[in-house]
């Protein structure tokens, strides 16, 4: 099993006082670099906070770092390779910081952690702590305990972290942004064949709503707008609601809703299995609920869907975009996709294409298979040709990009509600998020981030759409 076993190798000495190698001025810096999902992203910030009370701040030099915190993706080979070349770079950092009289610890935390455990300390020299994603509150201990010796922890532990992470400081929120992910869900218990998520992130577990809005209004009093809901399967949520019920993903979206300056809501990741009605009703009568689903399908085909135990047909697939485009006919649509799935024919790939033509989507996420250690699909004995995946996924990212593409094209002479968030590239220009998630700059004119201003998209630029404000009259002088 992919590391499921608790391997903890506990403190041998009693807990020494932490921050034994504080610099003058007692601040220390932690460097945290996060691969993968935004689940990650969510889980780098909550390891920030709970170090913050021990004296750290981040840093975005790796140089500069006392601690430096690798946030590890084990989703595909390629990614959990990545580990093993950037700890060597770290090493390398760390002997440069002790030839100079510094110190660095060096952890290495996320889904690689929890799938390989003890393995990382025998594959890479010079890692103090494996940590897995469940075990996030207990990093102060867990930092001091591998000052002694070098700490493996991967337990699923019975005290939820979530009740024991500190929440930030109203400034660190602001730093992050106007936009903000709040996990609500996580793990996953539906084992498609392919994904080793089961066995990283665990069962699936929902948090409470009370502490979910607990969550949310402090972000919203520190200035945020937008949040994402994020779980692996985020609709499956069913979380304890004030009144002792499983409340619904739908039912905590319409009680966020009413957090007064909230304005945005998405979610994400959602399984077609758990789209209920309640929530395709939403896209249709919840303002704040922003116009987009990522919906990932992974193939068109029947044959191979069953193959992947995704526990739902094409037609099915199909049936849920019709009704939810049938409450919100403008919905962007985005899904993951695999290519080279063990035993997929011409055929199934054909089946995959056919989907997206039909369907449409304004992004995607696409993938060759990549065999994982310890998942079903890794021994099928029908793997496809390295060659047969390459070409498969440069067809359907062709495809992708084409819709991606003619989406984009079509929001060109449409006026849009923007979130802005920061300042643009060129003076005076602020970039922001349009409802359906594009990069949308435009000339600012006294937009400030967080507030949501109309904007009438005139063109396409690289990496966003281009635009002006469409409440204020264009400035004929600097025009
Ligand atoms: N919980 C989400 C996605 C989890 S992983 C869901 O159920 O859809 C994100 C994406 O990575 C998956 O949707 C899938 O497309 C891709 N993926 C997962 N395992 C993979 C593997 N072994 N090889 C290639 N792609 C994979
Ligand atoms: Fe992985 Fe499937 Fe669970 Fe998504 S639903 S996390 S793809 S096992
Ligand atoms: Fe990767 Fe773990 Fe997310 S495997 S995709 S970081 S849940």
Redesign the pocket.
């Known amino acids: 099993m992919l590391g499921m076993a608790a391997r903890v190798i506990r403190e041998a000495r009693p807990r020494r006082g932490f921050g034994g190698t504080m610099a003058q001025d007692g601040s220390r810096k932690v460097y945290v670099k996060s691969y993968g ?1 935004q689940m990650n992203v969510y889980d780098a910030q909550r390891m920030a906070d709970v170090l913050a009370p021990e004296g750290f701040s981040e840093t975005t030099e790796m140089a500069d770092a006392d601690l430096v915190v690798l946030n590890t993706c084990h ?2 080979e390629k990614a959990a390779e990545k580990v093993y070349s950037e700890l060597g770079r770290v090493r390398e950092m760390r002997r440069d910081r002790e030839a100079a009289g510094g110190a660095m610890q060096v952890v290495v935390a996320g889904c690689v952690a929890q799938a390989e455990g003890g393995e990382i300390l025998r594959r890479a020299k010079g890692v103090d702590l494996v940590v897995g994603p469940q075990s996030y509150h207990r990093l102060p201990a867990l930092l001091d305990a591998a000052r002694v010796r070098p700490v493996v922890d991967t337990d699923f532990p019975a005290d939820s972290k979530f009740d024991a992470l500190p929440q930030p400081r109203p400034e660190r929120t602001r730093q992050r942004g106007v936009s903000a992910f709040v996990t609500v869900q996580e793990g ?1 218990d ?1 084992f ?1 064949t ?4 089961p066995y990283t992130r665990g069962a699936e577990v929902s948090r409470p709503v009370t502490a979910i809005l607990a969550e949310v209004e402090r972000l919203v009093a520190a200035g945020v707008r937008e949040v994402s809901l994020l779980g ?2 985020v609709n499956a949520y069913h979380g304890e609601g004030p009144d002792g019920a499983a409340w619904t993903l739908p039912r905590l979206m319409r009680r966020l809703a009413e957090t007064p300056g909230l304005a945005r809501i998405r979610y994400t ?3 077609p299995g758990d789209m209920d009605d309640d929530l395709i009703a939403l896209h249709g009568d919840l303002p704040a609920a922003m116009p987009y689903l990522h919906l ?1 399908v ?1 193939s068109g085909s029947d044959a191979i869907l069953a193959a992947m135990n995704r526990r739902h047909g094409r037609d099915e697939y199909l049936r849920i975009i019709e009704r939810v485009r049938a409450v919100r006919p403008d919905i962007a649509l985005s899904s ?3 290519v080279g799935f063990p035993g997929e024919t011409d055929a199934d790939f054909r089946d995959t294409m056919a989907l997206i033509a039909e369907v449409g989507f304004a992004a995607a ?8 250690p310890g ?1 079903p ?2 021994d099928n004995v029908a793997q496809i040709p390295e060659d047969v995946k390459t070409a498969r996924l440069h067809e359907l990212q062709a495809l992708l990009d084409r819709q991606l593409r003619a989406f984009n094209a079509a929001t060109v002479g449409r006026t849009v509600d923007v979130l802005v968030e920061k300042p643009g590239k060129h003076p005076g220009q602020m970039v922001g998020k349009s409802p359906y998630l594009q990069a949308v700059a435009f000339e600012g004119r006294g937009a400030q981030a967080g507030d949501i201003v109309p904007v009438r998209i005139g063109g396409l630029g690289n990496f966003s759409l281009l635009g002006e404000r469409a409440d204020i009259e264009p400035d004929r002088e600097s025009a």
């Open positions: 999902c989703i595909r996953c539906k498609c392919f994904c080793v998520v692996q399967n990741t959602s399984h990932p992974q993951d996709f695999i996420y696409s993938f060759k298979y990549s065999p994982r998942t699909a890794a």
